[in-house]
């Protein structure tokens, strides 16, 4: 049984209305002697952050505020980032779980199982100004007119390098050549090789379409037609052949999602793609090694310079929820504060509605905590490098199958291991994209 009142979209766009400015949360009015009997329940889910202090922060802070303001018991359940399709694909099939879902990419696949997230989106940018397109690209169904999730952040997916070691060789990773050639000279010289992973894990998802964007290659086309199987695709693998086999290691390939900032934290690696994870935990451990880790820009490419969001944050609404009402509203609410989330996070969860954030430049300009402390300045400008996945098209359930099944992951790992060549590598992985695009196709979502 649904718990609560279900509100019109009139009646809960009115009351979005009446939520504090200054702080962020809703209001409400206790009747005295039946707010036991009112009280209602918000179960979320989402990841262990990797930034703890955000989860104190979000479980123990600014949601039992809000409870307390809405009179509803805000229950919050963290997992880490491996479990959640596994555990949102458990509560689609029980039909019962939470109110809110967050997941670290956008989940197309799962749109028949949740609301239109559209009205959420609208009261927000009412109050706090337009999403970025990339929110909208990653949670926003072309086809069938639908938003399938609501994106309240996503996190900056820059090159963290080791600053000593690149000056040695009088070099820098602004593009894909440099980092090859620097990445040779450096493990030749020291020993020290890149970490880029060629494994069935997110970060390689998130490399590997990098470096296939920067060669203007990609999954789909802005229609949304598979169109893998390409010259600049065949480049792309060729070159991450020759990175690998210049200046990389075999670990790679059995790499899982922490395994890139363990590899710079210990001092072995000279270069990697990773959000600022590695940074802040060398901070916090006041490890050495972290000073000498600096940040670039996503690489240019030899047709653009472009890189993925590190993890995309995107909330969903199941139909079955038992509030859902207590869920839009709470999404409302907090990117109303969004400000103190981006504090929490330690610059990690960059906002979908900038407005909400006006000092963000400021901010990273100057942190005490960094050694130098502007070297998080570089994310100033991420959104002109940064993008979803599905580029240039949008995130729909073909893509969403491909990211979740490593089908691209696989194909360059397969090429650099030397177990097949460029070639087949791409002419199988072309082949399984092909075969999900005409399964979503025919199933109208694509």
Not at 222 to 231: A, I, R
Not at 406 to 431: C, H, K, Y
């Amino acid at each position: 049984m649904r718990t609560g009142k279900v509100l019109s979209r009139r009646e809960f766009l009115k009351t979005a209305s009446t939520v504090a400015l200054a702080t962020g949360v809703g209001a409400s009015i206790i009747v005295p002697g039946r707010a036991n009997a009112q009280r209602k329940k918000l179960r979320i889910l989402q990841w262990n952050h990797f930034v703890p202090g955000f989860d104190e922060w979000f479980n123990n802070t600014y949601v039992k505020e809000w409870g307390e303001k809405n009179d509803t018991e805000v229950i919050v359940d963290n997992i880490g980032l491996a479990g959640l399709n596994s555990r949102a694909a458990a509560e689609v099939s029980a039909q019962k779980g939470h109110d809110l879902f967050m997941f670290l990419w956008p989940p197309p696949v799962h749109e028949d199982q949740v609301i239109d997230h559209r009205e959420i989106y609208e009261e927000c940018e009412r109050r706090y100004g337009k999403a970025i397109d990339l929110a909208i690209k990653s949670t926003y169904n072309p086809k069938t007119k639908k938003f399938y999730g609501f994106s309240d952040s996503y996190v900056p997916d820059p090159i963290n390098y080791r600053k000593d070691l690149w000056d040695d060789v009088g070099m820098f990773p602004d593009t894909w050549d440099d980092i090859r050639v620097g990445g040779r000279k450096i493990k030749q010289k020291h020993g020290n090789p890149v970490g880029i992973g060629l494994a069935s894990e997110i970060d390689t998802n998130m490399a590997m379409r990098a470096i296939m964007y920067s060669f203007g290659s990609s999954v789909q086309d802005e229609e949304g037609n598979p169109v893998l199987k390409s010259k600049a695709t065949l480049e792309a693998i060729k070159f991450v052949k020759a990175l690998y086999e210049e200046t990389m290691t075999p670990e790679v390939f059995t790499w899982d999602a922490s395994s890139n900032n363990r590899f710079m934290l210990s001092g072995k690696g000279s270069l990697a793609l990773n959000a600022i994870s590695i940074t802040r935990t060398g901070e916090k451990q006041k490890n050495p090694i972290a000073d000498k880790i600096w940040l670039a820009k996503a690489a240019k490419g030899p047709v653009r310079r472009i890189g993925l969001e590190h993890v995309m944050d995107v909330y969903v609404i199941w139909k079955f929820a038992e509030n859902i009402e207590g869920a839009k509203q709470f999404l409302v609410d907090y990117i109303g504060n969004f400000r103190q989330a981006f504090l929490a996070s330690e610059f990690y969860n960059f906002p979908c509605f900038p407005q909400t954030v006006p000092d963000l430049k400021q901010l990273i300009a100057y942190d005490p905590k960094a050694n130098p402390p502007d070297k998080y300045k570089v994310l100033e400008d991420v959104l002109d490098w940064a993008t979803n996945v599905g580029y240039p098209g949008y995130a729909n359930a073909a893509i969403d199958e491909v990211f979740s099944t490593w089908v691209i992951s696989t194909m360059f790992a397969q090429a650099a291991s030397g177990r097949l060549s460029p070639e087949e590598a791409m002419n199988q992985a072309d082949a399984e994209v092909r075969r999900i695009f005409a399964k979503w196709k025919e199933k109208g979502k694509v």
